[in-house]
């Protein structure tokens, strides 16, 4: 509403539809059954938009595909794109790459990802996060990020990460020491 454009609720349905016994194709009762799990999702999306701003141009949308594809199309049309995030833990955090990552990593647009409150969060005030990769300081992220900030009267909060190389040198440090009670450990 404070940007002026219409709202698109948009709900990628990925499911992970079992096939027969012979590998043919898929129960209809499973698509059906994971449509309508999908329909309540984008009905309160809508409320909770109209409950905030109740005379907004909105739209909804439920899709069958790869989320990341669906909201990277969605992207090329749009001013922002809002994402949800779940907190995955354990082996399957590992080995997968989130939804809201790749197409953060990918979109045309600014993407704002909103995870789920925990317990175990610092308290404090809210802030803007952005993460800069120090190529330039007019990127549009941090354009964008100190403008959100600026109008939600919350600070502002840059991150930059990167893996640094090893120290010159390190290859010539050799522990004797290290080695002989690798070696002492292994024969007891």
């Not at 909770?48 to 701003?53: D, E, K, S, T, Y």
């Not at 979109?107 to 995870?115: D, F, H, M, N």
């Not at 009670?181 to 007891?188: G, I, K, P, W």
């Given at each position: 509403a404070t940007r002026g454009c219409p709202l698109r609720i948009v709900h990628a349905l990925h499911p992970m539809l079992p096939a027969d016994p012979y590998g043919v194709g898929s129960p209809f009762d499973s698509l059906h059954a994971a449509v309508a799990a999908a329909e309540p999702v984008l009905a309160r999306g809508v409320a909770?938009?109209?409950?905030?701003?109740p005379d907004?141009?909105?739209?909804?949308?439920?899709v069958c595909g790869s989320p990341v594809g669906i909201l990277l199309d969605e992207a090329l049309r749009a001013q922002l794109l809002?994402?949800?995030?779940?907190?995955?833990?354990?082996?399957?955090?590992?080995?997968t790459r989130s939804v809201s990552f790749q197409v953060a990593a990918q979109?045309?647009?600014?993407?704002?990802?909103?995870?789920p409150a925990r317990a175990e969060d610092r308290p404090g005030p809210p802030r803007v996060v952005v993460g800069v990769d120090g190529a330039s300081t007019r990127s549009p992220a941090l354009g964008f990020a100190f403008q959100a900030a600026r109008q939600r009267g919350v600070p502002l909060a840059a991150v930059h990460a990167w893996t640094p190389g090893p120290p010159a040198g390190l290859e010539a440090v050799h522990h004797p020491v290290t080695t002989e009670?690798?070696?002492?450990?292994?024969?007891?």
């Open positions: 909770r938009a109209r409950a905030v701003v907004i141009e909105l739209t909804t949308r439920l809002v994402m949800g995030t779940r907190e995955r833990s354990g082996l399957r955090a590992r080995i979109a045309s647009c600014p993407v704002v990802v909103i995870r009670a690798v070696e002492r450990r292994a024969l007891e």
